[in-house]
C-alpha cells in the first residue's frame, strides 16, 4: 500500500508541466533525442540526490531553514530563467537536424537536466511529503532505497519517452517550420516559472 501511494504520487509529480517537463521537451528540440536522453538521465540523478537527501533528513533540514530555501529557490529560478532566455534569443537560429551531430555533448545535456531537477523547489517540497507524511518511520532504510531507485528509474523512463515523442521523425517532418517558435514558447514558460517564484519569495527579503 505504501509503494502504490508513492508511484502514484511520482506519476502525478513527474507528468505535470514543470521545469523538468519543459527542459527536455527544449533538448529535444535544440539538441535532438540523444542530448534530450542524457538530461533525462541528468533528471533521474537528481532524483537520487533528493532521496538521498531525504533519508539523511536533509531535506527537511533545508527546508525549515527559511533562509537556506530561499537561496535555494533564487538559484533554481536563476538557472530556469537562463535557460529560458536561451531559448527565447537563440531559437530563431535552431538547426533541426536530429539525426546529425547534437548542438550539446552529452555531459552537458546531462548536466543540464541535473542542476534543473536538483535546484527545483517543487521536487524538493515532493520528496518532503513523501518522506515526512507518506512513509511510516518504521520504514527500512533498505526500502527507503529501493522507492527512491524506483522513483528515479521511473523518472527517467517518462522522460525518455518525452524524448522519443518529440523526436520522432512524424513531428519532426510534419512540424520543423514551427519547433523554433515553439522553442521560443517553452522558453518563455521557463521564464514565468522564474518570474513567479521570484515575485514570490523576493518580498521575504524584507518580511
Same mark, same amino acid.
Given at each position: ?122 521536487? %524538493? =517540497?515532493?520528496?518532503? @511529503?513523501? #518522506?515526512?507524511? *507518506? ?6 532504510? !533498505? &526500502? /527507503? ?25 512524424? %513531428? =519532426?517532418?510534419?512540424? @520543423?517550420? #514551427?519547433?523554433? *517558435? ?6 518563455? !514558460? &521557463? /521564464? ?16
Amino acid at each position: 500500500m505504501e509503494f502504490l501511494t508513492i508511484a502514484i504520487l511520482h506519476f502525478f509529480a513527474v507528468s505535470s508541466p514543470g521545469p523538468d517537463f519543459i527542459v527536455v521537451t527544449r533538448q529535444s528540440i535544440r539538441s535532438g533525442r540523444s542530448a534530450a536522453i542524457f538530461t533525462s538521465l541528468g533528471i533521474a540523478s537528481g532524483i537520487l540526490i533528493h532521496s538521498l537527501a531525504a533519508m539523511t533528513g536533509l531535506t527537511y533540514i533545508i527546508s525549515s531553514n527559511p533562509l537556506v530555501f530561499f537561496y535555494l529557490k533564487i538559484f533554481g529560478s536563476a538557472y530556469i530563467a537562463y535557460l529560458g532566455l536561451i531559448s527565447v534569443l537563440k531559437s530563431s537560429s535552431v538547426d533541426i537536424n536530429f539525426s546529425g551531430k547534437p548542438e550539446l555533448d552529452s555531459f552537458s545535456s546531462y548536466r543540464i537536466g541535473f542542476i534543473t531537477n536538483v535546484l527545483n523547489p517543487k521536487a %524538493i =517540497v515532493f520528496f518532503i @511529503t513523501v #518522506f515526512s507524511i *507518506v512513509l511510516d518511520s518504521s520504514t527500512s532504510i !533498505i &526500502l /527507503l532505497g529501493l522507492y527512491g531507485a524506483y522513483m528515479s528509474v521511473a523518472t527517467f523512463a517518462w522522460f525518455s519517452f518525452i524524448s522519443l515523442a518529440f523526436t520522432n521523425d512524424f %513531428i =519532426v517532418d510534419k512540424y @520543423t517550420k #514551427f519547433l523554433p *517558435v515553439f522553442e521560443k514558447f517553452l522558453g518563455c !514558460i &521557463l /521564464l514565468i516559472i522564474a518570474f513567479q517564484i521570484l515575485m514570490y519569495e523576493l518580498p521575504k527579503l524584507n518580511g
